[in-house]
């Protein structure tokens, strides 16, 4: 079977090769639960995405070399003390 290569235009190609991951480790918890239920996995990383180009936008970071090296965003939903904090390409929040 012959491959087929499809081409798609630039102006319709993800503008961000950033992988974005969402893992609730407080799911058994009343707040983990409330995550799963009222936002989810999808809608963080439609979220993050978004936030993304938002800011790549008002920097105007057009190119990868205006952009910072980052492969992946990970955020953690956590049963903690607090509310959030970030650690270098990772967000924690209080579930």
Known sequence: MAQKNYFLPTALQ???AVGY???NRAA???GGVKFNNNIGVTYTKQTLAS???????TFQQNTQSDRKN???????IYDMDGA????NNEIHVNA
Request: hydrophobic share 50%.
């Open 51 to 57: 936030a993304t180009r938002f800011i790549w936008n």
């Open 21 to 23: 991951t969402v893992t």
């Open 84 to 87: 959030a904090y970030t650690s």
């Open 70 to 76: 980052l492969a992946s965003v990970k955020v953690f």
């Open 14 to 16: 993800p503008a961000t």
């Open 28 to 30: 058994a918890t009343p």
